[in-house]
């Protein structure tokens, strides 16, 4: 299998590595506003029709294609993954039970 993200292949290509990562979190914060609220936490984590991980597998997919099709850069998975959760960290389409999450909170 030969080796194909750009990262890889050029490591040193700092300002288009984290460009092209600033508009792929940019584009997921335009894809989450498709959506209605979804609830991060009460269904099962490993349950693939779970909203949250449907989303996660289509919006994978589709940040790659636009990626390698606007910028022709084959992004890494653990780039798709970083801009993603750090895009659902700050979108305000996901919804928390104020108590599901971090097991350990005081309150709980």
């Not at 914060?29 to 289509?58: C, K, Q, S, T, W």
Request: glycine share 4%.
């Amino acid at each position: 299998m030969a080796i194909r993200y750009n990262l890889w292949l050029d490591p040193d290509n700092v300002g288009q590595h984290r460009a092209v990562e600033a508009d792929l979190e940019h584009y997921f914060m335009e894809r989450f506003a498709d959506y209605p609220h979804i609830r991060l936490f009460g269904d099962d984590p490993y349950d693939y029709d779970a909203p949250f991980n449907r989303l996660y597998d289509v919006l994978m997919a589709r940040a790659d294609e636009y990626c390698q099709r606007q910028w022709a850069y084959v992004p890494t998975p653990v780039q798709l993954n970083q801009a993603f959760f750090r895009a659902v960290g700050r979108s305000p389409k996901f919804l928390r039970d104020p108590h599901d999450g971090y097991p350990y909170r005081s309150g709980s």
